[in-house]
T-cell receptor, first 113, second 109 residues
Framework: DTEVTQTPKHLVMGMTNKKSLKCEQH?????MYWYKQKAKKPPELMFV???????INESVPSRFSPECPNSSLLNLHLHALQPEDSALYLC????????????FGQGTRLTVV | SQQGEEDPQALSIQEGENATMNCSYK?????LQWYRQNSGRGLVHLIL?????REKHSGRLRVTLDTSKKSSSLLITASRAADTASYFC?????????FGAGTTVTVRA
């Protein structure tokens, strides 16, 4: 299984809502990532977990809260988002080292209304 | 956190032609990777070149890396309509994977 599965594919939420994005991989990868991508822009790194511990937080606002319950799962909890947070949210995983690149999920298209 | 620039921003070529795009980066790296993204979907890893390598091939792809100039190039030979996509370079420093601005390639039939 060489897939990274993200759910849901699409999400519309109000600014007062609380929602969660989910990501799952079963490749035994030790690093998992959240990226945010706006239209016609490159993916922008948000968080990195390595060995289930948060290792990088790219100064992301606290309305985004990551969680890594185990080595296969990564969540992104959303609360009190703004319309400018609307974007494609991508999850990725990698083994680390110089052997292979990262595997990406298909993303969650988030719209904040 | 965007690592650097990609050049050109957009490229339109005829099927069968070669496509070349360049990437510059700013910081030290463990390796440099290239990814493809079809419209609004997830990224697909194409090729990885380590910091001690200068050139690498994979099928119709050829990647070069010049660490003294902090730059890399991706060549796609004999392009096909299916190669129409955005291409991103990404640099890896420890666990941090940072993407360049990307090149949008359109292959005309």
């Amino acid at each position: 299984d060489t897939e990274v599965t993200q759910t849901p594919k699409h999400l519309v939420m109000g600014m007062t809502n609380k929602k969660s994005l989910k990501c799952e991989q079963h490749m035994g990868h030790r690093a998992m990532y959240w990226y945010k991508q706006k239209a016609k822009k490159p993916p922008e790194l948000m968080f990195v977990y390595s060995y289930e511990k948060l290792s990088i937080n790219e100064s992301v606002p606290s309305r985004f809260s990551p969680e890594c319950p185990n080595s296969s799962l990564l969540n992104l909890h959303l609360h009190a988002l703004q319309p400018e947070d609307s974007a494609l949210y991508l999850c990725a995983s990698s083994q680390g080292g110089d052997i292979q690149g990262a595997f990406f999920g298909q993303g969650t298209r988030l719209t904040v209304v | 956190s965007q690592q650097g620039e990609e050049d050109p921003q957009a490229l339109s070529i005829q099927e069968g032609e070669n496509a070349t795009m360049n990437c510059s980066y700013k910081t030290s790296i463990n390796n440099l990777q290239w990814y493809r993204q079809n419209s609004g979907r997830g990224l697909v890893h194409l090729i990885l070149i380590r910091s001690n390598e200068r050139e690498k091939h994979s099928g119709r792809l050829r990647v070069t890396l010049d660490t003294s100039k902090k730059s890399s190039s991706l060549l796609i030979t004999a392009s096909r309509a299916a190669d129409t996509a955005s291409y991103f370079c990404a640099t890896r420093d420890d666990y941090k994977l940072s993407f360049g601005a990307g090149t949008t390639v359109t292959v005309r039939a």
